[in-house]
Nanobody
Framework: QAQLVESGGGSAPPGGSLRLSCVAS????????MGWYRQVAGKERELVAA???????KYADFVKGRFTISRDNAKNTVYLMMNNLEFEDTASYYC???????????????WGQGTQVTVSS
């Protein structure tokens, strides 16, 4: 059974950094597009960043220049490096996979359980 497991969330001050990881199992990771979404209570889930099977990337405007998505197919892992964090980045962050490898808005064949990121001073 497919499973996505996120880690790396926590607390950081404004301007700080965190790196999220998502380890996948039960899917052919190298052929999947992967994405990071976030959600704040009471709001819709929104795409933060995505990476295709071929390595193309897409970022939401609100994280461009601050966040970087990458993947390591040998480790079945996708990362989200978050720099220059802002209060507005506080949210639960979710990893998603999409078997349509070129898709840069992963439709979420599978989802992780989420990891909380809190930006506070």
């Amino acid at each position: 059974q497919a499973q996505l497991v996120e880690s790396g969330g926590g607390s950081a001050p404004p301007g700080g950094s965190l790196r999220l990881s998502c380890v996948a199992s039960g899917i052919i990771f190298s052929t999947n597009a992967m994405g990071w979404y976030r959600q704040v209570a009471g709001k819709e889930r929104e795409l933060v960043a995505a990476i295709s099977a071929g390595g193309s990337t897409k970022y939401a405007d609100f994280v461009k220049g601050r966040f970087t998505i990458s993947r390591d197919n040998a480790k079945n892992t996708v990362y989200l490096m978050m720099n220059n964090l802002e209060f507005e980045d506080t949210a639960s962050y979710y990893c998603a996979s999409d078997s349509v490898g070129w898709r840069l808005v992963p439709q979420g064949d599978y989802w992780g359980q989420g990891t909380q990121v809190t930006v506070s001073s």
